[in-house]
C-alpha cells in the first residue's frame, strides 16, 4: 500500500503548530511550530481589562508557515502523498466578518481595530453580557444555557458578540456574521469562507453558541432580539446546522495547494477546539476523562448519548452530541487558570530580582524556579495543618462558572516558607479539579479513567502526583507531546475516508502511554480533610468577595 500522509494544525494561545502524519502508521513525518508575531509583542491586548485579541494575519501567517515548515522535514515526495488537513484551535474565539467571510481587520479602516480582531477565549471584557445572558435565559420559556451547565460565560460566542457590537458602531454597522476560528481557517484552506455557506464546526456551536437541535439551532430570534435590538436578524447570517470533525468541508483551494505545495485534490475536514480534538488524539474512550493541563485546563468527558443524553448536567461548559467524537457526548469542563497559578508565584518571586539584580539572574531564576520549588515541596509531609489555597485566580470556568472570583491563601505563619507555598497552590490547582471530577459523579456521571495531555501533564511528577492522591484515582500521561495536533491529524484521515471513524484513526495513529501516578492511600486520607478546608475557603471567598451570585446556585 502507498504511504498516505495527514496534517494537524493545532493553533494555541501563543503560537500555531503543524503536524505531518503517516495515517496509516502514526509515524510523525515533521513538525513546525510557528509563534504569533503581534501577539508575541502584546498588540491590541490589555490585560488589566482582560482583552486579548489576536490579528487574523498572525492566524494566515503561522498557517503557512506551520504547514510548509512542517512539510520541509519530509522528503519531497511526501507533498504528494498529502491527503487531507484538519485543524483545531482555542475558543471561544470569534471574530467579526463581512458578507465574504472576511474578518473586518483586513479591511481597509480596521486594520488596527481590536473590535475587528479575534476575541480570544481568554478575553473576559463581556462578563456583565455573560450575566444579562444568563438572567434572561433563566427566564425564558426555553432556558438555552440548558445544555451548557446552566451558566453562560463571558468566554464565549454570544457574550463578545453583544459587548462588541455595543462598544464599537463600526464594527456593528459593518459586521455582517460572525465566525469562530476554528471555522474561518479551515474555510479560508478551502477557498470559501461565505458565511451562510461553510460548514461550521458543531464542538464550537454546541458548547459556546448555544446551538442545539432541540431548539433548531441557535436561540430563537426573539430571545436574541430580546436580549439587545442589534442581534436583530443575526441569526439568519449564522447557520442552522453544524457538523462534526470527521466530516470533510471541502477540498483545497488552488491558491493554498500551490502556497504549500500539495496537490490539488487535499480534503480539508471540519474544524474543532483543541481540547476536543486533544481529547481524540490522547485516544478518549467512553467514559475517560482528559486533561488537557497547561496555562489552564480543559477537562473533556464522553459517553454514549443514549446513556448520558437525558441528563443536564449543572454547571459544566457544556454536553454537545459529537462534539468530541460523532454519536457520542462530549462534555467538556475545566480551571481558568491551573499551570498560570504556578506562573503567577514565579513572577512574585522574580520580579524583584529582575528590579534589584537585572535581567540575567531574573531569567536563570525563572527558568529553575518551579521545578525547584517542585522538588522542596515533594520532600515536605502532608498534614491537616498545612497552609490552604484557593485556584480561583484568573476567576472560576467550572463547576459553576464564575469569572468575577479571586484566588486565596490562608494558613500562613512565620514558618510558610516558598516551597510550602508553592505545594499549597500545587494543592489548590488539584481541589479545583477535584470539584469538577466531583460534579460529573454527583451528576451521574462515571469517570472510569484519566487521562492528561499539555505542558504541565509532561513537565511536572509533582502536580501529577498531587492529583493523583486528590482525585484518588490513577492518571496515565500520553506520550504524544502535541496530543492536539495529532487528534486534529486523526480526525483528518477520517474526513478523507482513510479511516472509516475516529476510533479506527486512533488504533492505527495513536501514540499510546509513557507514565501512569498512581493515588497513595496515606496521603490522599489526608487530602480528603484539607479539601473540606478548601471548599469552606472557596465558600467564604463566594460570600464575601464575589461581586454577583453564581448563577447556577441562584436558580
Ligand atoms: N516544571 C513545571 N511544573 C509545573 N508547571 C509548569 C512547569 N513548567 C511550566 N509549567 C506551566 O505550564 C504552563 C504552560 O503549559 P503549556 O501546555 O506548555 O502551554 P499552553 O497552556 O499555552 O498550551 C504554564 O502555566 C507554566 O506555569
Ligand atoms: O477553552 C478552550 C476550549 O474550549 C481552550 O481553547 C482554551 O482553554 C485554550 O487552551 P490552550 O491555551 O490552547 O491550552
Known amino acids: 500500500m502507498t504511504n498516505q500522509y495527514v496534517i494537524g494544525v493545532d493553533y494555541g494561545t501563543d503560537s500555531v503548530r503543524a503536524l505531518l502524519v503517516n495515517a496509516h502508521t502514526g509515524e510523525i513525518a515533521g513538525t513546525h511550530v510557528y509563534e504569533y508575531t503581534r501577539w508575541k509583542q502584546g498588540l491590541y491586548c490589555n490585560p488589566n481589562q482582560s482583552q486579548f485579541r489576536q490579528h487574523p494575519l498572525d492566524y494566515l501567517e503561522g498557517l503557512e508557515q506551520s504547514i510548509t515548515g512542517a512539510l520541509a522535514q519530509a522528503p519531497v515526495a511526501v507533498r504528494q502523498q498529502v491527503k487531507a488537513i484538519s485543524v483545531d484551535t482555542t475558543g471561544s474565539t470569534p471574530v467579526a466578518v463581512d458578507e465574504r467571510g472576511t474578518p473586518l481587520a483586513l479591511l481597509p479602516g480596521f486594520e488596527d481595530n481590536p473590535n475587528g480582531m479575534f476575541i480570544l477565549w481568554k478575553d473576559h471584557t463581556a462578563n456583565a453580557e455573560a450575566e444579562e445572558?444568563?438572567?434572561?435565559?433563566?427566564?425564558?420559556?426555553?432556558?438555552?444555557?440548558?445544555?451548557?451547565?446552566?451558566?453562560?460565560?463571558?468566554?464565549?460566542?454570544w457574550a463578545k458578540i453583544l459587548h462588541t457590537l455595543r462598544v464599537d458602531a463600526a464594527v456593528q454597522e459593518k459586521a455582517y456574521s460572525w465566525m469562530e476560528h476554528c471555522d474561518w481557517i479551515s474555510a479560508v484552506l478551502t477557498g470559501n469562507t461565505t458565511p451562510g455557506t461553510i460548514k461550521r464546526s458543531r464542538c464550537a456551536a454546541g458548547h459556546k453558541a448555544m446551538w442545539h437541535e432541540e431548539f433548531e439551532g441557535l436561540p430563537s430570534e426573539e430571545f436574541l432580539k430580546a436580549l439587545d435590538p442589534r442581534l436583530a436578524g443575526l441569526r439568519e447570517r449564522l447557520y442552522r446546522n453544524t457538523f462534526t470533525s470527521d466530516e470533510a468541508m471541502g477540498t483545497i483551494s488552488t491558491e493554498w495547494a500551490e502556497k504549500l505545495g500539495l496537490p490539488a485534490d487535499v480534503t480539508i475536514g471540519v474544524g474543532a477546539f483543541d481540547a476536543h480534538m486533544g481529547a481524540v488524539g490522547a485516544e478518549i474512550t467512553p467514559y475517560t476523562f482528559v486533561r488537557v493541563m497547561g496555562t489552564s485546563t480543559c477537562d473533556m468527558l464522553l459517553a454514549p448519548t443514549e446513556e448520558i443524553g437525558h441528563l443536564l448536567i449543572r454547571g459544566i461548559c457544556g454536553q454537545v452530541d459529537g462534539s468530541i467524537i460523532p454519536d457520542m457526548l462530549g462534555m467538556e469542563a475545566g480551571q481558568s487558570a491551573f499551570g498560570d497559578v504556578y506562573a503567577w508565584f514565579q513572577r512574585v518571586i522574580t520580579e524583584p530580582v529582575r528590579d534589584l539584580l537585572g535581567n540575567e539572574a531574573a531569567n536563570e531564576l525563572a527558568k529553575n524556579l518551579i521545578p525547584h520549588l517542585a522538588e522542596k515541596a515533594a520532600q515536605l509531609p502532608v498534614t491537616e495543618n498545612d497552609p490552604v489555597a484557593v485556584d480561583w485566580f484568573n476567576g472560576r470556568r467550572t463547576p459553576d462558572a464564575n469569572h468575577t472570583l479571586k484566588g486565596a491563601i490562608t494558613g500562613l505563619n512565620l514558618g510558610s516558607d516558598a516551597p510550602r507555598i508553592f505545594k499549597a497552590l500545587v494543592e489548590a490547582t488539584a481541589f479545583g479539579s477535584k470539584a469538577i471530577v466531583d460534579r460529573f459523579l454527583g451528576e451521574g456521571v462515571p469517570i472510569k479513567q484519566v487521562i492528561a495531555i499539555g505542558g504541565v501533564a509532561k513537565k511536572s511528577a509533582f502536580v501529577m502526583?498531587?492529583?493523583?492522591?486528590?482525585?484518588?484515582?490513577?492518571?496515565?500521561?500520553?506520550?504524544?507531546?502535541?496530543?492536539?495536533?495529532?487528534?486534529?491529524?486523526?480526525?483528518?484521515?477520517?474526513?478523507?475516508?482513510?479511516?472509516?471513524?475516529?476510533?479506527?484513526?486512533?488504533?492505527?495513529?495513536?501514540?499510546?502511554?509513557?507514565?501512569?501516578?498512581?493515588?497513595?492511600?496515606?496521603v490522599s486520607v489526608v487530602y480528603q480533610k484539607l479539601y473540606q478546608k478548601y471548599q469552606q475557603l472557596g465558600s467564604f471567598i463566594e460570600a464575601a468577595t464575589s461581586q454577583h451570585t453564581p448563577v447556577a446556585e441562584a436558580v
Open 133 to 157: 445572558i444568563n438572567a434572561l435565559a433563566h427566564r425564558w420559556d426555553t432556558d438555552f444555557t440548558k445544555y451548557v451547565g446552566r451558566v453562560y460565560s463571558s468566554e464565549w460566542f
Open 465 to 522: 502526583q498531587t492529583l493523583a492522591d486528590v482525585l484518588q484515582m490513577p492518571i496515565k500521561i500520553a506520550s504524544s507531546d502535541q496530543a492536539c495536533a495529532l487528534g486534529a491529524a486523526m480526525c483528518a484521515a477520517v474526513a478523507a475516508g482513510i479511516h472509516p471513524d475516529m476510533a479506527t484513526a486512533q488504533a492505527a495513529m495513536g501514540s499510546g502511554f509513557d507514565a501512569s501516578y498512581e493515588p497513595r492511600t496515606d
